[in-house]
């Protein structure tokens, strides 16, 4: 079964940067899609970013387009997400996740989520 660990997230001033990492315990994590996804208060999972298994593509909201990239290591069993530019509206749990496409019903397993806090 994949487990999957998050850690990065923190306090961060409007413009500032942050990097998210998103470890997984499995050897054939070179197989699996991998996303981003965040939960603001009172809102409902809103997807961030994805990439393909073997990191050939990516996608983005259109909310983070620009500001935002992910990656991954496979040989690490890690996935990224570089956060720049951030804004208060940014700032949510920030879960990843393997499967595919864009709903996170299409997602099989999530990790327990890093809190990200933007001040302005």
């Known amino acids: 079964q994949l487990q999957l660990a998050e850690s990065g997230g923190g306090l961060v001033h409007a413009g500032g940067s942050l990097r998210l990492s998103c470890a997984a315990s499995v050897r054939t994590f070179s197989s699996y899609g991998m996303a981003w996804f965040r939960q603001a208060p009172g809102k409902e999972r809103e997807f961030v970013a994805r990439i393909t298994s073997n990191g050939g593509f990516t996608y983005y909201a259109d909310s983070v387009k620009g500001r935002f990239t992910i990656a991954r290591a496979n040989a690490k069993n890690t996935v990224y997400l570089q956060m720049n530019s951030l804004k208060p509206e940014d700032t949510a749990v920030y879960y990843c996740?393997?499967?595919?496409?864009?709903?996170?019903?299409?997602?099989?397993?999530w990790g327990q989520g890093t809190q990200v806090t933007v001040s302005s």
């Open positions: 996740a393997e499967g595919y496409g864009s709903s996170s019903r299409t997602y099989n397993y």
